[in-house]
T-cell receptor, first 113, second 117 residues
Framework: AQSVAQPEDQVNVAEGNPLTVKCTYS??????LFWYVQYPNRGLQFLLK??????LVKGSYGFEAEFNKSQTSFHLKKPSALVSDSALYFC???????????FGKGTKLSVIP | EAGVAQSPRYKIIEKRQSVAFWCNPI?????LYWYQQILGQGPKLLIQ????????DSQLPKDRFSAERLKGVDSTLKIQPAKLEDSAVYLC???????????????FGDGTRLSIL
């Protein structure tokens, strides 16, 4: 069975500082990894994905994520946080021919002015 | 392009009543999903359609939940009878043909917030 762990319920960061939201996964086989963001009372919005190739993936709004196979991690990063980045972030995983996307429980990011 | 449309946005019912949610996916998206998101948790897949056929409904409580996607476009999710533990946000998502590799990003609607009294 596939699973995702987001070890931090909440991450606080000062505006302008770099941010990291952590994600680790467990799958049988090669993973497809995703990050989504959810603003209050809205649906999830796709940020980026890792399928294969370069371990550093760039996505929307200046976010990027680094795939680390040995540590089974896919941490989300941004060099300089904005107040508008404050939201709920979900990591998700699937595998080829599984089609089912399994989400973590989410990490609330608060960027403090 | 227009996004995934869902209605209603909010619904309050009493336990044992029935409720239905509607979803219109992005035009051209063959794969449609219904998720349940309980407060403080990530979305949990209830059912996945490929056109008008069911791909995965292993986590759908079939004694009370049903879903259909007639004509391979719009979809409805029904709960009958509702229980207190069904209080959640029900999210619909769609994507390009997921059967070609499972790596298509999903596009989500804003969901229906269901409260059971």
């Amino acid at each position: 069975a596939q699973s995702v762990a987001q070890p931090e319920d909440q991450v606080n960061v000062a505006e302008g500082n770099p941010l990291t939201v952590k994600c680790t996964y467990s799958v049988s086989g090669n993973p497809y990894l995703f990050w989504y963001v959810q603003y209050p009372n809205r649906g999830l919005q796709f940020l980026l994905k890792y399928i294969t190739g370069d371990n550093l993936v760039k996505g929307s709004y200046g976010f990027e994520a680094e795939f680390n196979k040995s540590q089974t991690s896919f941490h989300l990063k941004k060099p300089s946080a904005l107040v508008s980045d404050s939201a709920l972030y979900f990591c998700a995983v699937s595998v080829f021919e599984s089609y089912q996307l399994t989400f973590g429980k989410g990490t609330k990011l608060s960027v403090i002015p | 392009e227009a996004g995934v449309a869902q209605s209603p946005r909010y619904k309050i019912i009493e336990k044992r009543q029935s409720v239905a949610f509607w979803c219109n996916p992005i035009s051209g998206h063959a794969t449609l999903y219904w998720y349940q998101q309980i407060l403080g948790q990530g979305p949990k897949l209830l059912i996945q359609f490929q056109n008008n056929g069911v791909v995965d409904d292993s986590q759908l409580p079939k004694d009370r939940f049903s879903a259909e996607r007639l004509k391979g476009v719009d979809s409805t999710l029904k709960i009958q009878p509702a229980k207190l533990e069904d209080s959640a946000v029900y999210l619909c998502a769609s994507s390009l043909d997921q059967m070609r590799g499972g790596n298509q990003p999903q596009h989500f609607g804003d969901g229906t917030r269901l409260s059971i009294l």
